[in-house]
């Protein structure tokens, strides 16, 4: 990430990096479309105009690219095409939305053509390799944007994803890949491949560029409304998440490399204090030969059938084989295969009453071109093991590097959880050192929220914190009241403080701010127990916020401890020996 807090010049600054790096990494098959020196020095020079004149741009001196089936307003799209299939007027608001608060699109990416593969090699503008090993496949169908992303040409790259194309590439090249929830991003300027499993995708270098990319995205509206009940963290119902591991029985298609790396990476979730339960994942991975084995290509061959067989033998070959005889399924073969879909989907959702999250590898191994080469097909269904089936079963997922992942030996594992625990995942990675940083705390990606104030027994460590904890409530961090507030120890099992209002001789009270997702907060104010009450506080910073006060009875001949300023500061409540 170049910056967050740029400063005057950030955005032509990042735009030298970009040709810098462009000219350094020297691989043109990365891209189908480039803007010239020219264009992006101009773009630059009226962003850092913008900001120089008070303009709030927050990704002023962010540069991003984007995958050639996602419209950018003025430059060709191909979706890999031989042709060019138009030249918008309007970016896709994925795109317009990374614009609008002050991005640079450096130019389109290469991918499987029409989106069609899991490898990257399928495409008439070049065979990109993967960034470390010129002799392994990129990932596909988004191998542009993912490598822009390792190489260090961009902070931020969009792809889409359908069967893993937002992950893929991602473990192949060392970086992280966001694959939301279907819905939660616009797919609006978005050249269709399968569009009932079609999302927009997110390829960052870390998690925290990518959860900003994300929520600028998202942020400005979604498509399919955030549910009241979904998580702004990982939802944690006992003593630590709960995170959901592959039987070895359902890891036999790895190679020995990747299964290693997969084993390492499960070993520090659990020595990171998670709870690891090994499940029968066989129904999802049994599920997933749905999306090319079946009638649901007939989505593709609807979507792109007719321009594809237009194309003749200028076609991809192997996109061809695998779309074209699509359109030969009968109404009755794609509702057989729908309902074998619903059954799944249905007796799926038991998994997330025990888990908070699988954890799976992303691919079961890296492919080299000369395997690809020989077997394209059959490569391809084996990169897409465990990915096909997340969007089939409308999961969210997110892709990390694996324990062990380096640049030049890249394995990938991905976290994997139901539709709309994308923030809970950024979390669990967090929790469980499977990354560094989720980014802002204010990163809602358009989630609603309520905020409260806690003060003594629902903070972090406290006895009472699990009853937060469980609503998937985010904490936003430390805060203090103004200088009006009084505190007092009620006589509570757990012990538990009492804040009141009193401007006359009031001090400074510290608590901590959470975000409750909005039902969770309706369960968790439905059980607060009396003499508790929430009121608004004043904040030091002059904002207002829920929070915890207490009934005026329950002070009478409580013990004021308004001095210490801080609950954690307060004494435990002396013990008396009755034998004294």
């Given at each position: 990430?170049?910056?967050?807090?740029?400063?005057?010049?950030?955005?032509?600054?990042?735009?030298?990096?970009?040709?810098?790096?462009?000219a350094?990494?020297?691989?043109?098959e990365?891209?189908?479309?480039?803007?010239?020196?020219?264009?992006?020095?101009?773009?630059?020079?009226?962003?850092?105009g913008?900001r120089?004149?008070?303009?709030?741009?927050?990704?002023?001196?962010?540069?991003?690219?984007?995958?050639?089936?996602?419209?950018?307003?003025?430059?060709?799209?191909?979706?890999?095409?031989?042709?060019?299939?138009?030249?918008?007027?309007?970016?896709?608001?994925?795109?317009?939305?990374?614009?609008?608060?002050?991005?640079?699109?450096?130019?389109?990416?290469?991918?499987?053509?029409?989106?069609?593969?899991?490898?990257g090699?399928?495409?008439?503008?070049?065979?990109?390799?993967?960034?470390?090993?010129?002799?392994?496949v990129?990932?596909?169908?988004?191998?542009?944007?993912?490598?822009?992303?390792?190489?260090?040409?961009?902070?931020?790259?969009?792809?889409?994803?359908?069967?893993?194309?937002?992950?893929?590439?991602?473990?192949?090249n060392?970086?992280?890949?966001?694959?939301?929830?279907?819905?939660?991003?616009?797919?609006?300027?978005?050249?269709?491949?399968?569009?009932?499993?079609?999302?927009?995708?997110?390829?960052?270098?870390?998690?925290a560029?990518?959860v900003?990319?994300?929520?600028?995205?998202?942020?400005?509206?979604?498509?399919?409304?955030?549910?009241?009940?979904?998580?702004?963290?990982?939802?944690?119902?006992?003593?630590?998440?709960?995170?959901?591991?592959?039987?070895?029985?359902?890891?036999?298609?790895?190679?020995?490399?990747?299964?290693?790396?997969y084993?390492?990476?499960?070993?520090?979730?659990?020595?990171s204090?998670?709870?690891?339960?090994?499940?029968?994942?066989?129904?999802?991975?049994d599920?997933?030969?749905?999306?090319?084995?079946?009638?649901?290509?007939?989505?593709?061959?609807?979507?792109?059938?007719?321009?594809?067989?237009?194309?003749?033998?200028?076609?991809?070959?192997?996109?061809?084989?695998?779309?074209?005889?699509?359109?030969?399924?009968?109404?009755?073969?794609?509702?057989?295969?729908?309902?074998?879909?619903?059954?799944?989907?249905?007796?799926?959702?038991?998994?997330?009453?025990?888990?908070?999250?699988?954890?799976?590898p992303?691919?079961?191994?890296?492919?080299?071109?000369?395997?690809?080469?020989?077997?394209?097909?059959?490569v391809?269904?084996?990169?897409?093991?465990?990915?096909?089936?997340?969007?089939?079963?409308?999961?969210?997922?997110?892709?990390?590097?694996?324990?062990?992942?380096t640049?030049?030996?890249?394995?990938?594992?991905?976290?994997?959880?139901?539709?709309?625990?994308?923030?809970?995942?950024?979390?669990?990675?967090?929790?469980?050192?499977?990354?560094?940083?989720?980014?802002?705390?204010?990163?809602?990606?358009?989630?609603?929220?309520?905020?409260?104030?806690?003060?003594?027994?629902?903070?972090?460590?406290?006895?009472?914190?699990?009853?937060?904890?469980?609503?998937?409530?985010?904490?936003?961090?430390?805060?203090?009241?103004?200088?009006?507030?009084?505190?007092?120890?009620?006589?509570?099992?757990?012990?538990?403080?009492?804040?009141?209002?009193?401007?006359?001789?009031g001090?400074?009270?510290?608590?901590?701010?959470?975000?409750?997702?909005?039902?969770?907060?309706?369960?968790?104010?439905?059980?607060l127990?009396?003499p508790?009450?929430?009121?608004?506080?004043?904040?030091?910073?002059?904002?207002?916020?829920?929070?915890?006060?207490?009934?005026?009875r329950?002070?009478?001949?409580?013990?004021?401890v308004?001095?210490?300023?801080?609950?954690?500061?307060?004494?435990?409540?002396?013990?008396?020996?009755?034998?004294?």
């Open positions: 990430m170049t910056t967050t807090t740029p400063t005057t010049g950030a955005a032509t600054a990042a735009v030298e990096h970009a040709l810098t790096r462009l350094e990494v020297d691989q043109p990365i891209w189908i479309t480039l803007r010239t020196e020219v264009e992006l020095r101009e773009l630059a020079a009226g962003i850092d913008r120089a004149a008070g303009e709030d741009l927050p990704l002023a001196g962010w540069t991003v690219a984007v995958k050639d089936n996602i419209d950018v307003a003025g430059l060709p799209t191909t979706a890999a095409s031989p042709e060019v299939l138009h030249t918008p007027d309007v970016s896709a608001p994925t795109v317009a939305r990374l614009e609008a608060a002050g991005a640079v699109v450096v130019g389109k990416t290469n991918l499987d053509q029409f989106a069609t593969g899991l490898v090699a399928r495409s008439p503008y070049g065979v990109p390799h993967a960034a470390g090993d010129a002799t392994r990129s990932g596909g169908s988004s191998a542009g944007s993912g490598l822009a992303v390792a190489h260090g040409i961009v902070d931020v790259a969009l792809g889409t994803d359908t069967a893993g194309s937002g992950r893929v590439p991602a473990a192949f060392h970086v992280v890949g966001i694959k939301p929830t279907l819905g939660v991003f616009p797919v609006d300027g978005v050249v269709p491949a399968s569009p009932s499993y079609d999302t927009v995708s997110v390829f960052a270098a870390d998690l560029t990518a900003v990319a994300a929520d600028v995205i998202a942020a400005a509206g979604s498509p399919r409304p955030w549910p009241a009940d979904a998580p702004l963290a990982a939802r944690v119902t006992g003593a630590a998440p709960r995170v959901g591991v592959a039987r070895p029985q359902d890891l036999t298609p790895m190679s020995p490399a990747w299964r290693a790396a084993d390492d990476t499960v070993a520090a979730v659990r020595a204090g998670a709870e690891v339960v090994e499940l029968d994942v066989s129904p999802l991975v599920v997933a030969v749905l999306l090319y084995g079946g009638a649901l290509l007939a989505e593709r061959a609807q979507a792109f059938g007719d321009r594809l067989a237009d194309l003749g033998d200028r076609a991809d070959p192997t996109v061809a084989r695998i779309v074209l005889p699509a359109r030969e399924f009968a109404a009755v073969d794609l509702v057989r295969d729908q309902q074998a879909l619903v059954a799944v989907r249905a007796s799926s959702e038991a998994l997330w009453d025990s888990v908070d999250a699988l954890l799976l992303t691919a079961p191994g890296h492919p080299t071109l000369a395997e690809l080469a020989a077997d394209p097909v059959g391809n269904a084996w990169v897409g093991t465990y990915t096909n089936f997340v969007n089939l079963l409308d999961l969210s997922a997110l892709a990390v590097p694996a324990v062990g992942s640049r030049d030996a890249p394995v990938g594992v991905s976290l994997i959880g139901p539709a709309f625990a994308d923030l809970a995942l950024a979390d669990l990675a967090v929790r469980t050192g499977l990354a560094d940083d989720t980014g802002p705390t204010e990163a809602f990606w358009g989630a609603g929220h309520v905020d409260l104030v806690v003060f003594g027994a629902h903070r972090t460590g406290q006895p009472l914190h699990h009853e937060v904890a469980r609503t998937g409530a985010r904490l936003l961090g430390t805060v203090s009241t103004a200088p009006v507030y009084r505190m007092a120890r009620l006589a509570t099992t757990p012990p538990k403080p009492g804040v009141w209002r009193s401007d006359a001789d001090a400074s009270i510290v608590g901590e701010r959470w975000a409750f997702p909005r039902a969770g907060f309706a369960d968790f104010v439905s059980g127990a009396a508790m009450a929430i009121g608004v506080v004043e904040l030091a910073d002059g904002s207002s916020v829920l929070g915890f006060l207490c009934e005026p329950a002070l009478d001949g409580a013990e004021d308004t001095g210490h300023g801080d609950w954690l500061a307060v004494p435990p409540t002396p013990v008396i020996d009755s034998h004294s």
